[in-house]
């Protein structure tokens, strides 16, 4: 049997036709067209055309849309809930080359175009019938006589002293040969969405399946085992994250329960209980991001630390470290992950609230920072990662300091993350801190995306420096005291400049 694909327009219909040995006046997809035309004729949404063409040209079409095509699983494995990797049997007829075995590489360079290039089958295979020779896989798509090779091809068929003939070979397909995605894509429903990505952390993928999907999420898990080495353990989030501790419910759909995982981050080794913590791997460029941003002798205030993704690398660049996190599994894989890369002598580990935190820690180390010598040209920034509440944690600042301003240049760094839903969420965001602020940062910060979480909602990080006039006890209290409401709003970098402005009431 031949199994032969017709285009017609969008739609595609599979016929079975018998078929003998092809020869070189005959093709292997489109057969000789006077064995087909009653066939054709009764086929609906095919047209024939004239004698002369005698069949159409095949349309161009993508390749992954080709392989869901001839290489998609058998259509019986549709509702499957456990994985039965014998369902998957299916056999293809593919063209092939007949070639001496000496001959192979000299020849496969030149057949980059016409030979089979799918994932998992072999593009060179023993010929059943001369143990001398080998057969060349070629792309049904492409190849269907000696007319399909083109002219350098054929050239150095010539001078190899190898025949263009096109035969046949029926290619069994198992399980194996098939991507998770063409599995998923066969059981589920369809028209539903397919599950082929997923978040790795370490030897853990984690999934987040919706409602359609949950009835196959054993089969899925198992799937994602199969076919992705080194994954030995699959989760599903039941749960949103939590607020408090920033980690969530998780279901094992498949594999082993352990949940205790090795990460490798921008040349930084991380182990923690993937259960109790927070890890996002689509974090990584911002950790690094940040981290260029620092210079050797920098302050750094972690003030929602996780297991140290920001600090680590921090503190591996000479900086002084502060970091924190209020969940306590958090801070003892903190603690263990500074050990494990040789940076504990350099970060100072809290277990605090953020609040209790830039309250406390953060308060005495800046009045003993800023308070040094004039000269002092480095840095301190104030990282807070946790985009679902961190802007809460900015009326913090306001008055936290006492004594004299040091100079502009000196006030510490924040960045602060923050979710928005908004049409304008780089607006959005400098609006929300600056209330929370009471000021605005429309003309003194800068805002990044960091990366689109759903849609229609972004993850952004806003930076800017602490005025003066907020920091600092007195010089808010004067701000409260002499400035109206609405110059509030209209409160620009100048503003909060070194100088000791004097504010004039309006009233």
């Known amino acids: 049997m031949v199994i ?16 003998s040995n092809i020869t070189e006046s005959e093709s292997l997809i489109p057969l000789a067209w006077t064995s087909l035309t009653q066939k054709l004729r009764k086929a609906p949404g095919i047209s024939l055309l004239g004698q002369r063409n005698r069949f159409s040209t095949m349309p161009e079409i993508e390749t992954n ?13 549709r509702g499957m809930t456990k994985l039965d990797r014998t369902a998957f049997k299916k056999t293809v007829t593919i063209p092939v080359l007949k070639v001496k075995k000496e001959k192979v590489n000299k020849l496969m360079g030149s057949l980059k175009r016409a030979a089979l290039q799918r994932p998992g089958i072999k593009r060179v295979i023993e010929d059943p019938a001369d143990e001398e020779s080998r057969l060349i896989m070629l792309d049904p798509y492409k190849m269907f006589t000696r007319d399909s090779f083109e002219k350098a091809e054929l050239s150095i068929l010539t001078q190899l002293n190898v025949k263009p003939q096109i ?45 359609h999907q949950l009835p196959f999420k054993h089969l899925i898990g198992q799937v994602m085992i199969d076919k992705n080495p080194g994954i030995t353990s699959v989760v599903n989030k039941i749960s949103t994250i ?24 921008n040349n930084y080794t991380y182990e923690f209980d993937f259960s109790k913590v927070y890890w996002n791997p689509r974090l990584s460029t911002e950790h690094s991001r940040i981290t260029e941003i620092l210079k050797p002798g ?22 002084t470290v502060f970091a924190n996190d209020l969940n306590p599994e958090s801070h003892k894989w903190l603690l263990h992950n500074c050990k494990l890369n040789k940076v504990d ?34 840095s301190a920034h104030i990282v807070m990662n946790l985009p679902a509440k961190a802007i809460e944690f900015l009326s913090a600042f306001k008055s936290l300091l006492e004594g004299q301003p040091c100079s502009s240049e000196l006030l510490p760094i924040v960045h602060c993350y923050s979710f928005s839903k908004d049409a304008d969420p780089a607006e959005d ?51 409260e005291n002499h400035e109206d409401p609405p110059l509030k709003r209209q409160r620009t970098d100048e503003a909060f400049s070194e100088e000791k402005t004097q504010i004039t009431s309006n009233t």
């Not at 032969?4 to 078929?19: A, D, H, I, M, T």
């Open 242 to 265: 939590d607020n408090t501790y920033r980690n969530f419910q998780m279901e094992v759909l498949s594999g082993e329960e352990n949940m205790i995982t090795k990460v490798r981050e």
């Open 4 to 19: 032969l694909w017709r285009p017609f327009e969008f739609s595609r219909r599979l016929l079975k036709v018998e078929s």
């Open 167 to 211: 035969s046949k070979y029926n290619l069994e397909l198992t399980y194996e040969n098939f991507k998770s995605e063409e599995i998923l894509k066969a059981v589920l429903p369809e028209g539903q969405d397919v599950t082929s990505g997923f978040s790795r952390v370490g030897h853990i993928a984690h999934l987040n399946l919706r409602d």
């Open 429 to 479: 965001v400098r609006q929300r801190a600056g209330a929370v602020l009471g000021i605005s940062l429309e003309a003194c910060s800068s805002v990044h995306l960091v990366r689109n979480v759903a849609p229609n909602k972004e993850m952004l990080c806003i930076t800017f420096q602490i005025p003066a006039a907020i920091l600092y006890k007195n010089q808010t209290m004067n701000l």
């Open 65 to 77: 849309e080709r392989d869901s095509e001839l290489f998609s699983p058998p259509s019986d494995v």
């Open 345 to 378: 002598q350099k970060v100072k580990v809290f277990n605090l609230d953020g609040k209790e935190f830039l309250q406390g820690p953060v308060k005495e180390e800046l009045m003993q920072q800023l308070g040094l010598s004039k000269e002092r040209k480095l």
């Open 298 to 319: 920098d302050v750094l205030f972690d003030v929602f630390a996780g297991v140290g993704p920001f600090a680590i690398p921090a503190a591996k660049k000479n900086c």
